[in-house]
């Protein structure tokens, strides 16, 4: 299951859960929102045991360290056998700050706003030229 020759970024942040398709993860390593030890990386590097991989999925920077390098996708349950969350807590309370924050979100099921509502949400929000 484990496979320490080359396991490549792409398919090892796929294989973790950290992005839902392996097509995520190479565009986030093109983009160079994938740093391992602080080195930008294309999608073919190798990874391995005890790397630091340091993913920027905005509005984190989340940084994992590589208890063991993997190729095959695995549970959620089974992810922290592999991968350690390093990532500081000021970091993650920007997460919680941004899920506080958006307003203006409607209750499930309750449809699309009137025309009424939608202008006092656009000056709610400031928009005031929508």
Do not use: Q
């Not at 509005?59 to 969350?85: C, F, Q, T």
């Not at 920007?94 to 006092?120: H, N, Q, Y």
Request: hydrophobic share 35%; proline share 5%; with cysteine.
């Amino acid at each position: 299951m484990t496979d320490n020759k080359n396991t490549r970024i792409d398919k090892f942040l796929w294989a973790l859960r950290i992005f839902k398709t392996r097509s995520m993860a190479t565009d986030a390593c093109r983009k160079g929102r994938v740093l391992i030890n602080n080195n930008e990386v294309k999608p073919s590097h190798p990874v391995a045991k005890g790397d630091i991989v340091t993913v920027k999925k905005m509005p984190v920077i989340w940084s994992y360290r590589i208890l063991e390098p993997l190729e095959n996708r695995v549970s959620a349950k089974m992810v922290p056998n592999y991968l350690e969350d390093i990532t500081p807590e000021e970091e993650k309370v920007k997460l919680d700050i941004k899920r506080a924050v958006s307003f203006g979100t409607r209750e499930k099921g309750t449809g699309r706003p009137t025309k009424k509502e939608r202008r006092t949400l656009d000056r709610f929000r400031g928009d005031l030229y929508r």
